[in-house]
């Protein structure tokens, strides 16, 4: 049964959609822990990162990288962090975390609100500054 970010991917799910190529694709957390928190996946459906190739595995970094530059040019972030503890869905994925201020909390368990209207807006702002 595919995971619900392979249906995202293939569109069965919808999604803030920020980038995606032939292998990798990222989306907005919609349960995001700071504004931009963004998942980034590979397209072949891996439960586990680390049983990902080595070239897909290196690929998914270099992904993130772009998309990771992208955060911090179009939401002015001090930087992005990265969290992967892939338990919360059998999809191999990392958490890009916009982080704006020393001290910022950054931690899944910490969820804070973002509507609708800001998600789009957001997803706007970093899919316009991706450099693929």
Not at 25 to 48: Q, R
Not at 67 to 91: F, K, N, Q
């Amino acid at each position: 049964m595919a995971s619900i970010f392979t249906k995202i991917i293939t569109g069965e799910i919808p999604c803030y959609k920020i980038a995606e190529n032939e292998h990798y694709f990222s989306f907005l957390d919609i349960n995001p822990i700071a504004e931009g928190h963004t998942l980034v996946i590979p397209k072949k459906e891996v439960d586990y990162i680390f049983d990902l190739d080595n070239g897909s595995l290196e690929g998914l970094m270099v992904f993130a990288k772009k998309i990771a530059r992208a955060i911090d040019t179009s939401l002015g972030t001090i930087r992005t962090g990265i969290i992967v503890e892939g338990l919360e869905v059998p999809h191999a994925h990392i958490h890009l975390i916009p982080i704006y201020f020393e001290g910022q909390a950054v931690s899944l368990g910490k969820k804070t609100e973002v509507d609708e209207s800001r998600m789009k807006e957001i997803a706007s702002l970093i899919s316009k500054a991706v450099e693929l």
